[in-house]
């Protein structure tokens, strides 16, 4: 049986442990939008321009466009998470989404970079991607010995992130569920890439990038990623964690033949940990979370 073969056979398998994922049952309980609505919130999108970062009161000022149905342009205040307010910088382009409650102050959810070449440069990658996935067909399946595909997603602190930045070096990749409430899933996956970072540096392995990319990027802006990352002590030297347009995320996930989806509110996946080398070839690969760092590191030093 030649490669791309046997590949099919172990997507197929993928595809039957579609139940595998977060929890222990399979499937996890949690919506796919940002927040749940509260009684008399009114939701609005916007679009505007970072006055100033005000750290000890959790605040950032935004000179923003009108807002139609609620007010005209002007600037204000407005409440946001620490991750947003830690990847916030003055003179920052944004859209975001405006909460206005009952009763308090406004606060900005789901905030993204908003400057046009980024955009522009996002967008291309997500088009080339989808072209990429869509001239593969059946053959779309990338196999342990194949390169991977190029792409262009936002990192933790809202940077362009292209696959070319990693070139010459050796990528360890997963994939994450952010709001993954079983330890024994995704937050275990992340503490074991933690592990290998940490051992590969205390034995001499210089040459590696870590990557893990979001299996929900309609809720994880890189202020959630970054928030993420503070929670479980990852070190962002040579770690990214990325995110960017559904399309492009889900032909990345189509081509590494992992499964994500959500019905209703419920999300099933699996999940998947890979070994990139210099030249960008699939070195190896394990499903599930249940691996040791040491082997890793062990492959990464080629021994």
Known sequence: MDMKSNGHLVIASVLLLGAMGCSRSGTEQVPPVAAATEPGERRFPLTGEVIRVEPTRNVLVVRHDAIEGLMPGMTMEFKVAAGDLAVARAGQQIRAELVAPAGGDFRLEKIWPNDKVIADTIAAGARKLREDTHNLGKEVYREVGEKVPSFALYDQEGRVVQSARFGGKQILLNFIFTRCPDAT?????????????????????????????TLDPAYDTPGVLQSYASAHGIETRNFSLLTGPESAVKDLLTQFGVIAEFEGGLLKHTLATLLIDEQGRIAHRVDGSAWEAADFVRRLKKE
């Open 185 to 213: 899933k995704c937050p275990a996956a992340t503490s074991r890439m933690v592990a290998v970072q940490k051992l590969a540096a205390e034995t001499g392995v210089s040459n590696l990038e870590l990557v893990s990319i």
